[in-house]
């Protein structure tokens, strides 16, 4: 049973920083692309980040490029989002999820966590 569990959220002010921490089980981590989505209220779900299968390769939505960090370590079946001056338009509800295929599309990702709350207040 593939398992994603997020953890890390949490209250921030505006221009502080967030870990966020997406644990996985269940199938083989190193072979597989991770991806960071949110959603905040009201909105569509959207893509953050990703990582490719040996972080080797990542990328970034604008809206976050320069100030978050995708990381993941294989040998602890990990992913990591550092995210740095945060701002009240960062908050949502942000989700890792698994893919196959490097893609920024949501339909491209098989397996989702239940989600971690991020709120940035000014």
């Known amino acids: 049973q593939v398992q994603l569990v997020e953890s890390g959220g949490g209250l921030v002010q505006s221009g502080g920083s967030l870990r966020l921490s997406c644990a996985v089980s269940?199938?083989?981590?190193?072979?597989?692309?991770i991806g960071w989505f949110r959603q905040a209220p009201g909105k569509e779900r959207e893509f953050v980040a990703r990582?490719?299968?040996?972080?080797?390769?990542?990328s970034y939505a604008d809206s976050v490029k320069g100030r978050f960090t995708v990381s993941r370590d294989n040998g602890k079946n990990t992913v990591y989002l550092l995210m740095n001056s945060l701002k009240p338009e960062d908050t949502a509800v942000y989700y890792c999820?698994?893919?196959?295929?490097?893609?920024?599309?949501?339909?491209?990702?098989?397996?989702w966590g239940q989600g971690t709350q991020v709120t940035v207040s000014s």
């Open positions: 269940g199938l083989t981590f190193s072979t597989y692309n």
């Open positions: 990582i490719n299968y040996s972080g080797g390769s990542t």
């Open positions: 999820a698994i893919g196959a295929r490097w893609s920024t599309g949501q339909t491209d990702y098989s397996y």
